[in-house]
């Protein structure tokens, strides 16, 4: 039996999220995008996990960890605490509604909120002072064809806390469409880095939100892994609240076949003497896509804020396409802000200088992919 407070939440959002109109490609953060496909008709809820097992020494799933928790077709179905300092608990077991969930989704949307209305969320709460040795890994895993999922993460570091937090999408090679929706806080102080792993099956439709918020000098590091889906998009929106509070958002995506990789971020400074710096990189091949927009907000008072946005992306074959539009939006003086994109093939004198050198031109071209990738995942929370 539900909670109280999550029976009104969701009953509220069903409502909202039926008078809301779907998002189409016309909106300019939709631009660009295959949304216009969708057909939410194709996809119901699933109504029992597969009985099969997700071993917990699953490749992607780091051996020496803080916590687990393995969450099978929107049924959480193992949680393992290992760890001081850290609470990790579903939704369904709170007597009252989490203090900071829902406050880091800016705009919802008819998407996000059928995420409110239907998730089996979990809370990762992390106590004041409390550091926390090894990842929290949370694994969404999804088998049933044809379903529709809404996995929901909210993990909040309360002050002057340390935690990592890894969270890993897997699926069978099914028809599947997933809504997620992660909210991450990091308090006064604190230091929480999160880090996605996408690894989706080849007709998998993924459209998620990540909501995150860093107060007085906390630091917050979100990163991304994307590899798999059909089309995997991930909006990202980070507000820096606080003075000497610092954001670093970082991603690498590998696109195949006909994918589309699809990244939409905001770096929303609030106030004065904050920093935000976003390295997003891509390598496509055949005849996959990618769009990535990014906007850096400077809002009034926010003087001293430093906001970078760098996306960088290497086009293998003249099949593949990538979409770059970083855009500033400055309302305040004294501040640094600096925004880069570049879409192009291997260089030729690079490819040259190894084949020169006896290096095969296939091997050549992995070892300038791998150089290309190497400083974001130097910086990646977890290798």
Same mark, same amino acid.
């Given at each position: 039996?539900?909670p109280?407070?999550?029976?009104?939440?969701?009953? #509220?959002?069903a409502?909202?999220?039926?008078?809301a109109?779907?998002?189409?490609?016309?909106?300019?953060?939709?631009?660009?995008?295959?949304?216009?496909?969708?057909d939410?008709?194709k996809?119901?809820?699933?109504?029992?996990?597969?009985?099969?097992?997700?071993?917990v020494?699953?490749?992607?799933?780091?051996?020496?960890?803080?916590?687990?928790?393995?969450?099978?077709?929107?049924?959480?179905?193992?949680?393992?605490?290992?760890?001081?300092?850290?609470t990790?608990?579903?939704?369904?077991?709170?007597?009252?509604?989490?203090?900071?969930?829902?406050t880091?989704?800016?705009?919802?949307?008819a998407?996000?909120?059928r995420?409110d209305a239907?998730s089996?969320?979990?809370?990762v709460?992390?106590?004041r002072?409390?550091? %926390?040795?090894?990842?929290?890994?949370?694994?969404h895993?999804?088998?049933?064809d044809?379903s529709?999922?809404y996995?929901?993460?909210?993990v909040?570091?309360?002050?002057s806390?340390? %935690?990592t937090?890894?969270?890993?999408s897997?699926?069978?090679?099914?028809?599947?469409?997933?809504?997620?929706?992660?909210?991450?806080?990091?308090?006064a102080?604190a230091?929480?880095?999160?880090?996605?792993?996408?690894a989706?099956?080849?007709r998998v439709?993924?459209?998620?939100y990540?909501?995150?918020?860093?107060e007085?000098?906390?630091?917050?590091?979100?990163?991304?892994?994307?590899?798999?889906?059909?089309y995997a998009?991930?909006r990202? @929106?980070?507000?820096?609240?606080?003075?000497?509070?610092?954001?670093?958002l970082?991603?690498?995506?590998?696109?195949?076949? #006909?994918?589309?990789?699809?990244?939409?971020?905001?770096q929303?400074h609030?106030a004065?003497?904050?920093?935000?710096?976003?390295?997003?990189?891509?390598v496509?091949?055949?005849?996959?896509?990618?769009?990535?927009?990014?906007?850096?907000?400077?809002?009034p008072?926010?003087?001293?804020?430093?906001?970078?946005?760098?996306?960088?992306?290497?086009?293998?074959? @003249?099949g593949?396409?990538?979409?770059?539009?970083?855009n500033?939006?400055?309302?305040?003086?004294?501040v640094?802000?600096?925004?880069?994109?570049?879409?192009g093939?291997?260089?030729?004198?690079?490819?040259?200088?190894?084949?020169?050198?006896?290096?095969?031109?296939?091997i050549?071209?992995?070892?300038i992919?791998?150089?290309?990738?190497?400083?974001?995942?130097?910086r990646?929370?977890?290798a």
């Amino acid at each position: 039996m539900i909670p109280d407070w999550l029976a009104a939440r969701r009953a #509220t959002a069903a409502r909202e999220a039926q008078q809301a109109a779907l998002p189409t490609a016309a909106q300019e953060v939709w631009r660009y995008s295959p949304i216009d496909e969708l057909d939410l008709s194709k996809y119901t809820p699933v109504d029992a996990p597969s009985a099969e097992d997700l071993p917990v020494e699953h490749p992607l799933i780091p051996a020496h960890r803080a916590a687990l928790v393995i969450v099978r077709d929107d049924a959480i179905v193992h949680i393992e605490n290992n760890a001081e300092g850290i609470t990790i608990t579903p939704f369904a077991e709170l007597d009252e509604v989490p203090a900071n969930l829902g406050t880091a989704v800016s705009e919802p949307d008819a998407l996000t909120l059928r995420n409110d209305a239907n998730s089996n969320g979990v809370l990762v709460s992390v106590a004041r002072n409390a550091v %926390v040795e090894g990842p929290v890994v949370v694994v969404h895993d999804v088998t049933a064809d044809r379903s529709v999922t809404y996995p929901r993460v909210l993990v909040d570091a309360a002050t002057s806390s340390e %935690v990592t937090v890894i969270d890993v999408s897997t699926s069978a090679d099914v028809d599947a469409l997933i809504l997620p929706v992660v909210e991450l806080h990091a308090a006064a102080n604190a230091t929480l880095r999160y880090q996605s792993v996408q690894a989706l099956g080849p007709r998998v439709w993924q459209v998620g939100y990540t909501g995150a918020r860093v107060e007085r000098d906390g630091h917050l590091t979100v990163a991304a892994v994307a590899l798999g889906g059909a089309y995997a998009r991930n909006r990202l @929106d980070s507000k820096v609240l606080g003075a000497g509070a610092e954001a670093e958002l970082i991603a690498a995506y590998f696109g195949s076949g #006909t994918q589309i990789h699809d990244f939409r971020t905001l770096q929303d400074h609030h106030a004065g003497k904050t920093t935000s710096d976003l390295l997003f990189k891509g390598v496509l091949t055949d005849r996959s896509r990618s769009t990535y927009s990014g906007l850096i907000r400077i809002r009034p008072g926010a003087a001293g804020a430093a906001a970078f946005q760098t996306n960088r992306n290497l086009v293998l074959g @003249d099949g593949a396409h990538a979409d770059s539009v970083p855009n500033l939006e400055i309302e305040e003086n004294d501040v640094k802000c600096s925004h880069a994109s570049a879409v192009g093939p291997v260089d030729e004198d690079q490819l040259y200088y190894l084949e020169a050198r006896g290096v095969p031109t296939d091997i050549a071209e992995r070892l300038i992919v791998m150089g290309f990738f190497d400083d974001v995942l130097e910086r990646m929370p977890v290798a």
